[in-house]
């Protein structure tokens, strides 16, 4: 539990590093087209889901930047999603725990 929760803290630490970058430039905020679309998908998924994504892409050179496809809101539904699988894995633990023969 310790290292999921370490993993999802990990990434949600940075992609809030690549949302404050400067340069970016938010590409959800309108109706996307084509790879946009795809990617913002990807990016209501989690980081994870974004970052394999991003990276597919760019070893076929269309030029995909993290960043892009992250705001605010889309920061908050993955720490919300990261508090929730942590919350029910504590859950799950403490129902295993109570259910051990003593």
Not at 38 to 63: I, K, Y
Not at 75 to 82: F, S
Request: net charge positive.
């Amino acid at each position: 539990m310790t290292a999921t929760t370490n993993r999802i803290s990990a990434a949600l630490i940075l992609a809030a590093a690549f949302t404050a970058s400067a340069n970016a430039e938010y590409r959800c905020a309108s109706a996307p087209i084509g790879l946009d679309k795809r990617a913002c998908a990807a990016a209501e998924q989690g980081p994870d889901v974004l970052r394999r994504f991003v990276h597919q892409w760019d070893r076929q050179m269309a030029s995909l930047r993290f960043s892009d496809y992250v705001d605010a809101n889309t920061e908050r539904a993955w720490e919300a999603k990261a508090k929730l699988a942590a919350q029910q894995n504590t859950e799950a633990s403490v129902k295993v725990a109570s259910n051990t023969p003593r």
